[in-house]
C-alpha cells in the first residue's frame, strides 16, 4: 500500500506564523504556531524582522511534520502578510526605521507612515492606478518604497538591493529562486501581466532608479501562484525546515489569497446554495481576522472604484481578481471591547463560566446579548439606537480613504457590562454593513455575489457570521476545515509537487463546505434602515471635515 502524502501550508500572520501538515483531501493531520515580534518605533510605523520569521517557520514546520517520513512530504507552500522585505546585494536584512535597526527590516502591511506618499501618488491620476480602484492605498509598496527613499536614503535605500513581498521573501528563502509570484507584484505593485512593468510610473513617482536591470530590485520573472519554483528546496533550507532537498516549493500568495483559495472552489453540491449550478464567480470569499479582505474573481476584467483590481492570476490562474477591505476588523473588535469601562468586569465573568462553558469573551459577549434579547431575531434589533462608522484605521474599501476615522453614534453615560454588549454588538453590526456597502459597489461594476465563504479567526465568532449573513441577506458558507488559510496555502504545495494538475483541481478536491448559515429574512428591514443611517454617518463625517478645514 502506498504511503499517504502530505503537504505542509506555511501561514505568516500579522502577530504569529502557523504551519499543517495538510492530506491528500484537505484534513489538517497537525498544527503549529509561534508567535512574531511587532515593533512600533513610532505612530503608524509598524515593523518586523524577516529573520525572526523565518525562524518560526522553521520551527513549525519541524512541529507538524514530527513523526511522518520526509518522503511522504511531497510540497510546501507559503502565505503571508503583504509585508516588505529589505535586503542588500549579499542579501542580509537593511533597517526600515530611523533607529538603524539592521535586524528589524520589514515594514509592515498596516504601517501607514507613507500615507502622504501614497495621496501623492493617487494624484498624478497614472493608468496603472485604475487596477487599484482608482486610489493607491499607503498599504501598497509603491508608497513605502517613496518613503524608504525620501526618509531613509543613506541609511537604507542606497544599501537595498532586493525588496521583497514578504511572501516572496519566504518563498526565495526556501529556494534560492528570485522568481516573484503574480499574486503579490499584481495586488501590491501595480504590475500588469503580460505587459509586466510600467516604466513611466516609476519615474514619474521619482523611484526611476528601480528601472535598473530589467527592475531587478523588485521581480523581473514572475509566475502563477502555486508554479514550482526552483528546484524545489535547498538544501540550506531543507536542513532548516527539516525537510528533504528538493521537495516542491509553490509560488507563494498573500495570507488574504490563501484563504481564498483554501473556501472559494469547495463543491456546494446539496447544499441548496444559490451559488450551485453557477460559475465560481458568483462566490465572495471573505478572509476575517485582524483586518478582512473581500475576494470576487471574474472571467473579464471588472473595475470596481475604491477596490483593488482586476487582477490577472493573483489567486485562480487565468482569472480576474477584485479585492475589496477593511483595514480593522477584529482589531476593531478588540479595541472597542478592551477599551470599555467594564471590560475588567467582563473577564471576571468570563473567567468564572470558563470552567463549565470554555467561553472566551467573546462566545460570552454572544450569550449575554442572546439573555439581553427577547429572542434570536431581538439580539439584531439591540443595536437600533447605537450605530458605528468603522474606519477607525481608515477606509481600504470601496472609499479608498484612509484619513477617514470611527464615529460611535448614541452613546450615554452608562459604563455597564450591557453597554459593553451592545457597542460590541454595533462594531460587528457595522462591519457587516462595511461589506454591504463593498458588494454593492462590486454588483454596480458587473459582479453578481449568491453566497459568502467566510474563513479566518473571526470566522469562528458564531455572532459575527449571522449577522453578516443578516446584513448582507446572502448565506455564508464556512468551511469544513476552520483554517481555511492554511489548506490554501498546502495547496500550491499540492500543485507544486504536480500531484494536482492545477489550482482549480486541488481546491475542489482540498476545500470543503463544513457548515451553511442562512439569512435571518425576520431582520431583513432592519438592516436595510441600519444601512441607510451608516451611509449617513460617513457622509456627515465628511461634512465635519470639510467645515473644519475653514479657517
Not at 482569472?319 to 477593511?326: A, D, P, V
Amino acid at each position: 500500500m502506498a504511503a499517504e502524502r502530505f503537504y505542509v501550508g506555511v501561514d505568516v500572520g500579522t502577530a504569529s506564523v502557523r504551519a499543517a501538515l495538510v492530506t491528500r483531501d484537505g484534513r489538517l493531520r497537525s498544527t503549529a504556531e509561534e508567535p512574531i515580534s511587532i515593533w512600533e518605533p513610532q505612530a503608524d510605523h509598524y515593523v518586523q524582522s524577516s529573520a525572526e520569521i523565518w525562524d518560526k517557520c522553521c520551527t513549525v514546520v519541524k512541529k507538524v511534520t514530527d513523526g511522518v517520513k520526509r518522503s511522504q512530504v511531497r510540497g510546501i507552500g507559503f502565505d503571508a502578510t503583504c509585508s516588505l522585505v529589505v535586503l542588500d546585494q549579499s542579501f542580509q536584512p537593511v533597517p526600515v526605521s530611523q533607529d538603524g535597526d539592521a535586524q528589524r527590516n520589514v515594514v509592515m502591511w498596516m504601517d501607514h507612515r507613507a500615507a502622504e506618499q501614497a495621496a501623492r501618488i493617487t494624484n498624478t491620476g497614472h493608468r496603472v492606478l485604475s487596477r487599484v480602484g482608482g486610489v493607491m492605498s499607503p498599504e501598497m509598496q509603491p508608497p513605502k518604497l517613496l518613503w524608504l527613499k525620501e526618509n531613509l536614503k543613506e541609511r537604507c535605500w542606497n544599501k537595498a538591493a532586493h525588496f521583497f513581498d514578504l511572501p516572496d521573501f519566504l518563498s526565495w528563502k526556501a529556494t534560492g529562486s528570485l522568481t516573484r509570484s503574480l499574486c503579490t507584484l499584481v495586488c501590491k505593485w501595480t504590475y500588469c501581466p503580460p505587459e509586466g512593468w510600467d516604466a513611466s510610473f516609476w519615474t514619474g513617482i521619482g523611484l526611476e532608479d528601480l528601472l535598473e536591470n530589467h527592475f531587478s530590485k523588485i521581480g523581473c520573472v514572475s509566475c502563477s501562484p502555486g508554479s514550482p519554483l526552483g528546484d524545489g528546496l535547498t538544501p540550506e533550507a531543507a536542513a532548516d525546515l527539516g525537510l528533504d532537498p528538493g521537495t516542491a516549493v509553490g509560488a507563494s500568495l498573500i495570507d488574504a489569497h490563501a484563504g481564498g483559495l483554501g473556501v472559494i472552489g469547495a463543491d456546494v453540491a446539496g447544499f441548496q446554495l444559490p451559488c450551485e449550478d453557477r460559475p465560481i464567480t458568483s462566490r465572495m470569499a471573505m478572509i476575517c481576522g485582524t483586518s478582512t479582505c473581500h475576494m470576487a474573481i471574474s472571467e473579464q476584467p471588472l473595475f470596481v472604484p475604491g477596490v483593488w483590481g482586476p487582477c490577472l492570476s493573483a489567486m485562480v490562474p487565468d482569472m480576474w481578481l477584485n479585492e475589496g477591505g477593511q483595514s480593522a476588523t477584529g482589531r476593531l473588535i478588540d479595541h472597542v471591547v478592551k477599551g470599555h469601562a467594564a471590560y475588567d468586569q467582563l473577564q471576571e465573568q468570563a473567567r468564572q463560566r470558563l470552567p463549565f462553558t470554555g467561553e472566551n469573551i467573546y462566545s460570552y459577549l454572544n450569550s449575554h446579548l442572546t439573555s439581553m434579547a427577547d429572542s434570536q431575531s431581538a439580539v439584531d434589533l439591540l443595536g437600533s439606537s447605537l450605530h458605528v462608522w468603522p474606519d477607525f484605521h481608515g477606509n481600504r474599501s470601496p472609499l479608498a480613504d484612509p484619513t477617514l476615522k470611527g464615529m460611535v453614534i448614541g452613546l450615554s453615560l452608562s459604563q455597564t457590562l450591557d453597554d459593553l454588549a451592545l457597542l460590541y454588538l454595533a462594531t460587528i453590526q457595522a462591519l457587516a454593513l462595511g461589506t454591504l456597502h463593498i458588494l454593492e459597489a462590486m454588483k454596480e461594476a458587473g459582479h453578481d455575489i449568491r453566497t459568502l465563504f467566510l474563513c479566518g479567526g473571526l470566522s469562528k465568532n458564531s455572532l459575527f457570521v449571522q449577522i453578516h449573513a443578516n446584513a448582507t441577506g446572502l448565506p455564508v458558507v464556512l468551511p469544513d476545515q476552520m483554517e481555511a488559510v492554511l489548506v490554501g496555502a498546502a495547496v500550491l504545495g499540492a500543485c507544486a509537487s504536480q500531484d494536482y494538475g492545477n489550482i482549480e483541481e486541488a481546491m475542489g478536491k482540498m476545500a470543503k463546505v463544513g457548515k451553511v448559515v442562512q439569512p435571518d429574512r425576520e431582520v431583513q428591514s432592519f438592516y436595510e434602515r441600519k444601512y441607510k443611517v451608516f451611509l449617513q454617518l460617513v457622509s456627515h463625517q465628511r461634512e465635519y471635515q470639510a467645515l473644519m478645514k475653514h479657517r
